[in-house]
């Protein structure tokens, strides 16, 4: 079974920095997306960055220029460096993995990690 596992969320300050990191365990194959949502009290979840395994990335536009998406081959990982945090990005981050197959898609989602920007 796949689990997805993030870490690093927390309380920051408006204009402060998280990094978020997920970690994959279990029998997978190849993921071919790697990404990170959110989803606000109220609101629908929605997709913050992904990353492909051709290396291309894409950016919700309310986040670029201040998060990036990468991957860390060594540890098998995927992070979500943010910066310049404001009290509108606070949400719980979920990361998401897409497995390919012939004819199916698996998706594989972290438990999620909260992250509160203090005005």
């Known amino acids: 079974q796949v689990q997805l596992v993030e870490s690093g969320g927390g309380l920051v300050e408006s204009g402060g920095s998280l990094r978020l990191s997920c970690a994959a365990s279990?029998?997978?194959?190849?993921?071919?997306?790697r990404a990170w949502y959110r989803q606000a009290p109220g609101s629908q979840r929605e997709l913050v960055a992904a990353?492909?395994?051709?290396?291309?990335?894409d950016y919700a536009d309310f986040v670029k220029g201040r998060f990036t998406i990468s991957r860390d081959y060594a540890k098998k990982t995927w992070s979500l460096q943010m910066n310049d945090l404001k009290p509108e990005d606070t949400a719980v981050y979920f990361c998401?993995?897409?497995?390919?197959?012939?004819?199916?898609?698996?998706?594989?989602w972290g438990q999620g990690t909260r992250v509160t920007v203090s005005s």
């Open positions: 998401k993995a897409e497995e390919k197959h012939p004819f199916r898609t698996d998706d594989y």
């Open positions: 990353l492909t395994s051709a290396g291309t990335t």
């Open positions: 279990g029998n997978h194959g190849i993921f071919y997306v």
